[in-house]
């Protein structure tokens, strides 16, 4: 095991720069709280692990099937209110409260994508942003002592008994998720080939389904996934701020993660994680700003969609690695010879 995990480590990670800096950053952020474990930091990071989770979640629906969702905080404030009312009802603790409200959120993916299997374009999109403002109002409607009306719910248990230890367990169940949805979108497995349909559904849904694709199937198939995940990220956030509020069904939370996705590079699942941490870190360090901060965000944001209109992330690929035109395979963009076929590549 450890011989195969060596040589996947030398033929597949060190030739490829961007393997290699994804490795560089998961060891730097297990080292974060040995730098600085003040209550601060580790509530920025927490945090950021979350909306990666999120993000990453809103591309694999959106970014890779081409099912543009507007209103993504549905699933998040699903998965938020399933964990903090399972508490507040049944006293149930997290980890019993998160899984259940991620599996509630899948359910609501499933039952809203019905409604939106026939619809496409900007119609989709605002169905998709109707469903989170629906609950928000039923949310706030509802008898205070059942959901906690406009105030939320509060208090709720922490996920763990300190800062540091709440942010290596979100740390570990964001990398296992991300690493399971790129393995479920990556178009190139030999096993799993769901990442290949999905982009079929998004270049060509017609052809797809002339070819004996199941569309539809697929389609739920991708809100399910987006739900769940999106679902645990919304269970994670609420016991990590210890209150559940309406606000995690705001519509600011949905544009928020399409701003992410975006701002980083969409249909890549580094991309998103790339936005997040560029993002995110960077609006808690201009809070001291607090009158601009909002301006210069656009302002960062709007020169990195100009000059790099395929994401942040996406252009340091493309500047530090090339494609080889004959196998396809990445390689580093100083060598001349693709590394597996010997093909040219410049």
């Not at 919304?234 to 544009?255: N, R």
């Not at 975006?262 to 009158?291: A, D, H, M, N, Q």
Request: hydrophobic residues 55%.
């Amino acid at each position: 095991m450890l011989k195969r995990l060596l040589k996947n480590l030398r033929w597949s990670v060190l030739p490829v720069p961007t393997r290699v800096l994804a490795v560089i950053f998961l060891v730097f952020l297990f080292f974060i709280p040995l730098i600085n474990a003040t209550n601060y930091i580790m509530l920025i990071f927490t945090f950021a692990n979350i909306f990666v989770i999120f993000t990453v979640s809103w591309d694999l629906l959106s970014g890779y099937t081409g099912l543009v969702n507007f209103g993504h905080a549905l699933f998040f404030g699903v998965g938020a209110y399933g964990s903090a009312l399972l508490y507040k009802h049944l006293g149930w603790q997290p980890w019993a409260t998160i899984p259940l409200g991620a599996l509630a959120a899948t359910a609501i993916g499933v039952i809203t994508c019905f409604p939106a299997l026939k619809l496409r374009g900007p119609y989709l999109s605002l169905l998709t942003l109707a469903f989170p403002l629906m609950l928000y109002g039923i949310v706030v409607a509802i008898p205070m002592r059942i959901a906690g009306g406009s105030y939320g719910i509060y208090p709720i248990p922490a996920l763990a008994s300190s800062p540091v230890s709440g942010y290596y367990l979100v740390l570990i169940v964001m990398i296992v998720s991300v690493l399971i949805m790129w393995k479920l979108t990556d178009a190139g497995s030999k096993y799993i080939r769901t990442g290949l349909i999905f982009h079929a559904i998004r270049e060509d849904e017609i052809a797809a389904r002339a070819v004996g694709i199941d569309t539809i199937r697929y389609k739920m198939l991708a809100f399910a996934i987006g739900g769940l995940f999106a679902g645990i990220a919304g269970g994670l956030y609420a016991h990590t701020q210890m209150v559940c509020a309406p606000g995690t069904l705001d519509m600011t939370m949905s544009f928020q993660v399409i701003i992410w996705a975006i701002f980083g590079g969409i249909v890549s699942i580094y991309g998103s994680v790339v936005g997040v941490y560029t993002l995110y870190p960077l609006t808690e360090l201009l809070r001291k700003f607090s009158e601009y901060r909002t301006l210069i965000l656009v302002i960062i944001v709007i020169l990195v969609l100009l000059f790099m209109p395929q994401g942040i992330a996406v252009w340091i690929r493309d500047k530090i690695e090339r494609e080889c035109p004959r196998c396809k395979l990445r390689n580093a963009a100083w060598r001349r010879e693709c590394r597996a076929c010997s093909a040219a590549l410049h």
